[in-house]
């Protein structure tokens, strides 16, 4: 029998754990920490409904997110990076201005990422998937079901007519 | 003789120049590469089309006479430092020139007894302002994380920091932020 050394477990002899797990078990940990601990947390909301100190710490806290989500979501024109390029190639040399490349980045226009652009696609997408799936669960989970009801049904009256007719009768019936 | 030394220092600087023209092609495809998120970064820190014009023209002139046109080793660490730096610099030089300003027309408007409406523009406007005052390296993250959309590690990687203390140091910005905005709602 072997003995364990103090903070060793069973696991560390198998090999480390994966990253992916440490990383679902720290997801985990906050979630719980941020329920238990949280500004959502009921024992927070309560203190704050009465505590004038703290309510204007979440408002001064709400105010810096609600700056930053404004910041983030004005757009600017769709040419500024057009604009930027060009005034930025004015200081390179002759050579790079002339390149192909160079009047490629004098008409660039800011693109969405590939994610981003799928996005659209993302609602009828999911529809067709969640289709797919009921088309797959209906054969699968409820034909199978349905057979096994035929099939249980089936020998329950054969061995109905077993009993109160004979067992030849029951097998013209239901066949051999 | 001094207009002879003026004109030996023109052809010293003109050679410089050229020998850091010799090969600024790598720029363009650092341009391509990450104009955009600059651009984006640059109009979240000024909310100006001119001055992102501006900073963005001076950070890819600093790149091209990178120690003599030398490809930096992290282009983008170097880029991104280089333009939130420029930014910086203009942001504060924009709210130094807003307070001048604003000092003449308070003498002004005192006697109207004005009610100003918080809206939008304040509200962002005071953010800028107060990110500008932050301790370097506070600054350094929000810039990068909040109006770069850098991720930690990357944050963390051009700032030479492990992730965890990025986050930390995001969490204090935001801390110092609340407070210095609330203080200033206070007066």
Known sequence: MKFLARGQTTRSDQGKPSPSQCRRIRRRLVDSMLRRVGPEAPWVQRHVAHCPRCQKRLAGLGKVDLALSIIKSQPHRLDLLMRANSAAMRMLNHDAREATAAKELEQARPEPCFVERCGRYRNPVTNVAACIAILFLTKAGIFSSFDKVHARGEAALKQYYTTQAGEEVAREIFGA | ?187
Request: glycine letters at 4%; proline letters at 1%.
């Open chain 2, 1 to 187: 003789m001094f207009n002879k030394a003026v004109s030996y220092d023109l052809l010293w600087d003109s050679a410089a120049f050229e020998a850091v023209d010799e090969s600024q092609r790598w720029i363009l495809a650092v341009m391509r590469r990450h104009g955009h998120e600059l651009v984006t970064m640059l109009w979240r820190i000024l909310g100006n089309e001119q001055d992102v014009c501006d900073a963005y023209q001076t950070t890819f002139l600093r790149l091209a006479h990178h120690e003599e046109g030398l490809k930096p080793k992290w282009v983008k660490a170097y880029l991104f430092r280089a333009a939130s730096n420029t930014a910086l610099s203009m942001l504060r030089q924009r709210i130094a020139e807003r307070k001048a300003l604003s000092s003449v027309v308070q003498t002004a408007d005192d006697t109207q007894d004005v009610q100003i409406d918080i809206n939008v523009k304040h509200l962002t406007e005071n953010l800028r302002y107060h990110v500008a005052q932050l301790p370097e390296h506070l600054r350094n993250v929000i810039m990068l994380r909040d109006f770069g959309e850098l991720s930690y590690a990357e944050v963390a990687r051009i700032m030479g920091i492990s992730v965890g203390t990025a986050r930390v140091y995001r969490c204090k910005a935001v801390q110092l932020l609340a407070t210095w905005m609330n203080r200033e709602a206070d007066q």
